[in-house]
Each structure stands twice: as structure tokens, then as C-alpha cells.
């Protein structure tokens, strides 16, 4: 078996030091978020009856999408290791193909939760004197809204480096970059859909 | 230098360099599998009733699915000490950040000043 040697952090490419730079931020934006949704489950029982109106098996299908997509992108990265165009635009676009399944199921998810009158300032239940409750639903939709914007930005990273490796065939190392990026939004999505659609 | 077929319509196989920094390329599918196994057991396990003991299985099964995705699908397991540490730093600091205001947000019985 072939021995692998560690890199020292004098030979790590600057792309990859710059993106898990950029990855240890968003662990602390999303892991802030995380930190005090979990605080305020604990203090409001009447949340996990809010999270009862979430839809699960949307919830479910999207975890199973970016679980996939994150498969697809390390077989690109797999594929750029060995130059190897075609591979490369194979998975990257199974990539963008399983942001954009997750986005439209996001979409009808918010669709559906709004018509139900579960808004981002939630007048509605504040209205009926529900105010803990409607802050159950103002931290929803910060936490995947925010989830969903770098949906976008993954796959628009992933479509530009993709775009600019198999026409100029060198920069491979960035579809390691951009896949980093994307891994990222696949684990806050770990940890966002339990919390917010499995615990009532 | 390794071999590898860069083109499967080929028959022979081609020699293709491989990158300076290459760490190794685990088997995907199998760690694929075993994520899509855990995520199976994190809505099995969100059946039962009790939401404090659905809280720490799920939240655990979390914790072992993103340590997979960090060591394997983002091969952190072969990155030098300082991402390690900077991911450390990160993590400490979301943790400075639970106990801090736990005790502001979580009402703590034992702070509570008793009422004459």
C-alpha cells in the first residue's frame, strides 16, 4: 500500500489554505446560529410544536440530494487528480443538478409554509399572541435562507472553475477548492436538518 | 508518477502525473454508504418520543456524519496541523460561546435568588 506523505502547512496550496480559512469563519456564522437556535429548543417547548409544521420528507429528500452531490464532487476532484476533462464535467454538472433539486424543493417547502402563514417576521402568530413561536420560524428561515444562499455560491463556484478548467486544461487544483466549499455546505445542512425538522 | 486510465475508452493504460500535494483517494462509495446509513438511523431514531433523547441521538449521529465528510470527503485527515488547529479555534470558540450564555438564555434554577 502506498505510504502517504503529510504536508506541512509551508507546502499547502494557498487556494486550499485560503478556502479552509473561509471554512473555519462559516463554521463560526453557522455554528453561532446553530449554538443559539439549540439554547432557545431548550427553553421553549412550544418550538418542537413549531417544528411539527416543517415538512419532513422534503427535509429528508434535500439531505439525501446534498449527500449525493458531495459524492459527485469528490469523484470530480478524483477525476481532476487524473485530468480528466470529461469526468470532470460529468460530476461537476450532477453536482449543479442535485443544488438546483435541493433549491426547487427548498422553494416549494417556503411556498408552502408561507401560504400556511409561517413568515420570516410571523405577524401572524404574533397576532394571535404567539411571539416565542414566531421566533422559532425567524430563525428558519435565517439559518436555511442563509444554507440556501451558499447552495448558490457552491454551485456557481463549481460552474466557473469547471468552465475555466476543461477550456484552458490547467488550474486543476481549484476543483479541489471549490469541492471543499461545497463538503462545507453539505455538513451545516448535517446538522441543520435534524435540528430544525426531527426534534418536536 | 502513476498509472491510470485517464481515458476508459482506451484499452491501454496511461500515464498521467499525479498533483504535488496528492494525500490519497479513500473509497468514496463506501464512506458515501456509510453517511447514507447513518442519515437512515437519524430519522429511524427521531421516531421515538422522548426529544431530550432524540436531541443527543441525532445530534450525535451529526457530529460522526460531518467528522466523515471533514477526514475523508474533504481530506482533512491529510491536511497539516494548522487547518486543524484553525478548525479547533473555530469550534472552541462556538463552545465559549454555549456556556457563556447558557445560563442567560436556559433558566438555571440554582442562580435564582430564593423569594422571602
Not at chain 1, 150 to 163: D, T
Request: net charge positive.
Amino acid at each position: 500500500m502506498e505510504k502517504i506523505k503529510k504536508l506541512t502547512w509551508r507546502e499547502i496550496p494557498q487556494a486550499r489554505l485560503a478556502v479552509w480559512t473561509l471554512i473555519a469563519g462559516e463554521f463560526v456564522i453557522f455554528g453561532g446560529l446553530i449554538v443559539m437556535y439549540i439554547l432557545n429548543r431548550l427553553k421553549y417547548e412550544s418550538w418542537g410544536e413549531m417544528a411539527q409544521h416543517t415538512n419532513v420528507w422534503a427535509g429528508t429528500i434535500n439531505t439525501f440530494v446534498l449527500l449525493t452531490s458531495s459524492y459527485f464532487v469528490v469523484k470530480a476532484h478524483e477525476a481532476a487528480v487524473h485530468k480528466n476533462k470529461a469526468q470532470i464535467k460529468k460530476w461537476i454538472w450532477l453536482t449543479i443538478v442535485c443544488a438546483f433539486m435541493f433549491l426547487g424543493i427548498k422553494s416549494y417547502e417556503y411556498t408552502h409554509e408561507i401560504m400556511h402563514g409561517f413568515t420570516l417576521p410571523g405577524k401572524h402568530l404574533v397576532a394571535e399572541g404567539l411571539g416565542v413561536e414566531s421566533r422559532y420560524w425567524s430563525f428558519y428561515y435565517t439559518m436555511t435562507g442563509l444554507h440556501g444562499l451558499h447552495v448558490i455560491a457552491g454551485a456557481l463556484a463549481l460552474f466557473f472553475v469547471m468552465r475555466n478548467v476543461t477550456k484552458t486544461g490547467k488550474n486543476y487544483q481549484r476543483i479541489e477548492a471549490a469541492g471543499l466549499y461545497w463538503h462545507m455546505v453539505d455538513i451545516i445542512w448535517i446538522f441543520l436538518f435534524p435540528l430544525i425538522y426531527l426534534i418536536h | 508518477m502513476d498509472k491510470h486510465s485517464s481515458n476508459p475508452g482506451l484499452e491501454h493504460e496511461v500515464v498521467v502525473p499525479k498533483e504535488p500535494d496528492y494525500h490519497g483517494h479513500p473509497n468514496y462509495l463506501k464512506i458515501y454508504l456509510t453517511l447514507l446509513g447513518l442519515f437512515a438511523l437519524t430519522v429511524v431514531a427521531s421516531l421515538l418520543h422522548n426529544p431530550l433523547i432524540v436531541f443527543f441521538i441525532v445530534f450525535g449521529i451529526s457530529i460522526i456524519k460531518g467528522t466523515l465528510v471533514l477526514l475523508y470527503f474533504m481530506h482533512l485527515k491529510w491536511e497539516p496541523k494548522l487547518i486543524w488547529i484553525m478548525l479547533g479555534l473555530a469550534l472552541l470558540i462556538l463552545l465559549f460561546l454555549f456556556i457563556g450564555t447558557y445560563p442567560d438564555i436556559v433558566p438555571v434554577q440554582r442562580y435564582l435568588v430564593p423569594k422571602a
